[in-house]
C-alpha cells in the first residue's frame, strides 16, 4: 500500500503563512475572552473540583458534594486554584484549557511526523473550535477532561520513542487528576511493556493514598462516590450522558437489555484494539488507533460519558490526515462529526437536554469507523511519509 503524501497532504504540510496563525489567535483569544465574560468562577466543572479543594481546606470533606467524582490527588491539584479569587479563575481557567488542548494538538502532530508550523498545525485549532462543538464546551465548562485530551497524546509520543516508561508516568499522572485514562493501561499490556504499566497503576495508586490520607474521610472516594457511579448517579446526571448504557434506556430500551448490549460493544472494540496492534507493523497509526479504540471502547460503556470526552479521541485522529491510509481519509469519520457542528438546526434534539442523542451518534459512529478501517486495511504501514523522509535523510548523510 502506498505510503507517501497524497495532493492534500503536500497542502497540508507546507508551511503555514502569517494569515493562518493570525485567524487560529484570533478565534482562540476571542473564545477564551468570550467564556471568560460570561463565566463566574472558570465553569461550572472546574468550580466543582476548587469548591472541594475548598471545602477541605476548611476542614471539611470534598467528597460531600455527590458530584465530586475525582481521586483525593485532585482535591491537593486544585488547592491553587482554591485560594485565587474568582475573578482571576475566570480568566486563567479557559486561558489554561485552551493551552493544554493546544499543546495536546502539538504533541499529536509529532507522533505522525507532521511540524506544528504546518497548516494542518495551525488551521487545526481554528477548525476544532468553530466546528467541533466539543471544544467550545469543555473551555466553558472548565472541565479536567483537559488534562487527558493533553495526556494521552504526549503518552503516545514517548512511546513511539520507545519511552514506554515515562508514557507510564505520564498516563498514571493524568489518571491521578482524573480517571479517564485507565483504558490505556491495556496499551501497554498488548506492547508487554511491564514497567510503564507499573507507573500507570503506581503514580495515582500512591498520589490517591497519600492525599487520602489528608482527608476527613479517607474512605470518601470509596464510599460514597463509587456508590453513586455504580447507581449511574441522578436523573440530571443521566441527561447529560452520551454513552448508549445511558442513551438507549432513553429511546425506550429496557437497562437489563441496554447495558449488556453496550458491554458487548465495548468488548468488541477491546478485541479490535488488541487485533490492531497485533496484526499491525509498528508506526504512529498503529499507536494511536490502538489507543483510539480503547478509549472509544470505555466511553461506549462507561458512566459518565460526555460529549467532551471525544476531545481525547478525535484530534487523535485529525492528526493523522496527512497519511492517505487515515481513518479520516473516509467518509464515515466525517459523517461521525456532523451532529457537532455548532449552529446546525436539529429538530427534537435541540433542547440541551436532548443533545445526548447527537453525542452517542458521533461516539458509535466514530468507533465503528476505526473498526471498519482496521479491516479494510491488513497491509504493513510504515513509520510515516514525514518520519520515513528525515530516516532517508540521515541514511544519505551516513
Not at 483525593?72 to 481557567?93: E, G, N, W, Y
Not at 462543538?133 to 487527558?148: D, K, Y
Not at 460514597?224 to 442513551?247: K, N
Not at 449488556?260 to 460493544?265: D, E, R, V
Amino acid at each position: 500500500m502506498r505510503t507517501g503524501k497524497s495532493d492534500i497532504s503536500g497542502w497540508l504540510v507546507r508551511r503555514a503563512s502569517w494569515h493562518a496563525w493570525a485567524v487560529t489567535a484570533v478565534v482562540l483569544c476571542a473564545h477564551v475572552a468570550g467564556v471568560a465574560r460570561v463565566s463566574a468562577d472558570g465553569g461550572m466543572d472546574n468550580a466543582i473540583v476548587v469548591r472541594a479543594a475548598r471545602t477541605w481546606l476548611d476542614g471539611g470533606s470534598p467528597y460531600a458534594d455527590r458530584h465530586f467524582l475525582y481521586l483525593p490527588s485532585a482535591v491537593l491539584a486544585a488547592v491553587p486554584q482554591a485560594v485565587l479569587p474568582d475573578t482571576v479563575l475566570r480568566a486563567l481557567v479557559p486561558l489554561t484549557v485552551t493551552a493544554l488542548l493546544l499543546a495536546g494538538w502539538v504533541w499529536a502532530l509529532r507522533i505522525h511526523g507532521v511540524p506544528g508550523r504546518s497548516r494542518l498545525g495551525v488551521l487545526g485549532p481554528a477548525a476544532l473550535a468553530l466546528g467541533f462543538a466539543p471544544f467550545g464546551h469543555l473551555v466553558s465548562l472548565g472541565n479536567w477532561t483537559v488534562t487527558a485530551a493533553a495526556a494521552l497524546p504526549l503518552a503516545l509520543l514517548l512511546a513511539a520513542r520507545e519511552r514506554w516508561g515515562w508514557a507510564g508516568v505520564v498516563v498514571g499522572a493524568a489518571v491521578a487528576l482524573k480517571p479517564l485514562l485507565a483504558p490505556v493501561a491495556l496499551l501497554f499490556v498488548f506492547a508487554r511493556r511491564w514497567p510503564g504499566l507499573a507507573a500507570v497503576v503506581l503514580v495515582p495508586a500512591v498520589a490517591s493514598g497519600g492525599a487520602a490520607l489528608l482527608m476527613p474521610d479517607p474512605t470518601g472516594f470509596v464510599t460514597r462516590t463509587l456508590p453513586f457511579l455504580l447507581r449511574g448517579h441522578d436523573t440530571f446526571v443521566t441527561l447529560y450522558e452520551a454513552s448508549p448504557a445511558a442513551v438507549l434506556p432513553r429511546l425506550g430500551v429496557p437497562g437489563p437489555v441496554a447495558v449488556p448490549l453496550a458491554c458487548a460493544a465495548a468488548a468488541a472494540g477491546v478485541v479490535c484494539a488488541y487485533r490492531r496492534w497485533s496484526r499491525g507493523a509498528p508506526g504512529p497509526l498503529r499507536l494511536v488507533e490502538t489507543a483510539v479504540l480503547l478509549m472509544l471502547s470505555a466511553f461506549l460503556v462507561s458512566r459518565p460519558s460526555y460529549d467532551h470526552y471525544l476531545l481525547v479521541v478525535v484530534p487523535l485522529l485529525l492528526a493523522g490526515l496527512p497519511y492517505p491510509d487515515s481513518v479520516t481519509r473516509g467518509p464515515w469519520f466525517w459523517l461521525a462529526l456532523v451532529p457537532q457542528v455548532p449552529g446546525a438546526d436539529w429538530p427534537w434534539l435541540e433542547p440541551v437536554t436532548r443533545r445526548a442523542f447527537r453525542d452517542c451518534f458521533t461516539l458509535v459512529v466514530t468507533t465503528a469507523a476505526v473498526v471498519l478501517l482496521h479491516r479494510r486495511h491488513q497491509a504493513l504501514r510504515g513509520p510515516g511519509p514525514f518520519v520515513a523522509q528525515r530516516q532517508g535523510r540521515r541514511a544519505t548523510r551516513v
